[in-house]
């Protein structure tokens, strides 16, 4: 079965500092990539997607994410944070054959600090 | 357009008891699955249903059942409850089966506590 770990669980950030969130996935096959992001009081919702072509996807709100291949992974980054984007973040994995179950990772709670 | 609505968005229960929730799609969307998020095991896929038909399944027990209704509601159903089915359980929305062929759109969940 498919596995995705995030390894940061809580990051504090000041605003205009520079965003990584790392994202490692378990898998032997083919799979497409998400990330999610879940806004205080609000639903979860889609940040990016990466389903094949060109590694370094660009989503919403300047986000954009590079999936490596040899590594598994995909990391989310955005060059200057503010403090909108306090949020928790999933990254989430399906794969192409097998049970399609979209599989999440535990989330990273993101606090940007004005 | 209204967005994905869950209902209750809380709900007590007692172990033993069971429960069902409800959720119904934006308009025009006919997939429909259902997560449950602990703060030990995260966003867990319970399973996805479209066209009435149960499409594919996570890895819970029994207990948990769902179904869905010809203008694409669904409701999930928990029975003898555990404690540990206290979970916010989310479902989401979209047009088409499978969440690569067209984007998620989740509801804001309901809060299930089980004394």
């Known amino acids: 079965a498919q596995s995705v770990s995030q390894h940061n669980h809580h990051v504090i950030l000041s605003e205009a500092a520079s965003l990584e969130l790392g994202c490692n996935y378990s898998?032997?096959?083919?799979?497409?990539l998400f990330w999610y992001v879940q806004y205080p009081g609000q639903h979860l919702q889609l940040l990016l997607k990466?389903?094949?072509?060109?590694?370094l996807v660009k989503g919403i709100k300047g986000f954009e994410a590079e999936f490596i291949k040899s590594k598994f992974s995909f990391n989310l980054r955005k060059p200057s944070v503010q403090w909108s984007d306090t949020a928790e973040y999933f990254c989430?994995?399906?794969?192409?054959?097998?049970?399609?179950?979209?599989?999440f990772g535990s989330g990273t709670r993101l606090q940007v600090q004005p | 357009k209204a967005g994905v609505t869950q209902t209750p968005r809380y709900l007590i229960k007692t172990r033993g008891q069971q429960v069902t929730l409800s959720c119904s799609p934006i308009?025009?969307?006919?997939?429909v699955s259902w997560y449950q998020q602990t703060p030990g095991q995260g966003l867990q896929f319970l399973f996805e249903y479209f066209s009435e038909t149960q499409r594919n399944k996570g890895n819970f027990p029994g207990r948990f059942s769902g179904r869905q209704f010809s203008n694409s509601r669904s409701e999930m159903n928990v029975s003898t409850l555990e404690l540990g089915d206290s979970a916010l359980y989310l479902c989401?929305?979209?047009?088409?089966?499978?969440?690569?062929?067209?984007?998620?759109?989740f509801g804001n969940g309901t809060r299930l506590t089980v004394t």
């Open positions: 898998y032997g096959g083919t799979v497409n």
């Open positions: 308009s025009g969307h006919r997939s």
């Open positions: 989430a994995v399906i794969p192409l054959t097998g049970r399609r179950a979209l599989t």
């Open positions: 990466y389903f094949s072509g060109d590694p």
């Open positions: 989401a929305s979209s047009y088409s089966l499978g969440v690569d062929n067209s984007p998620l759109h």
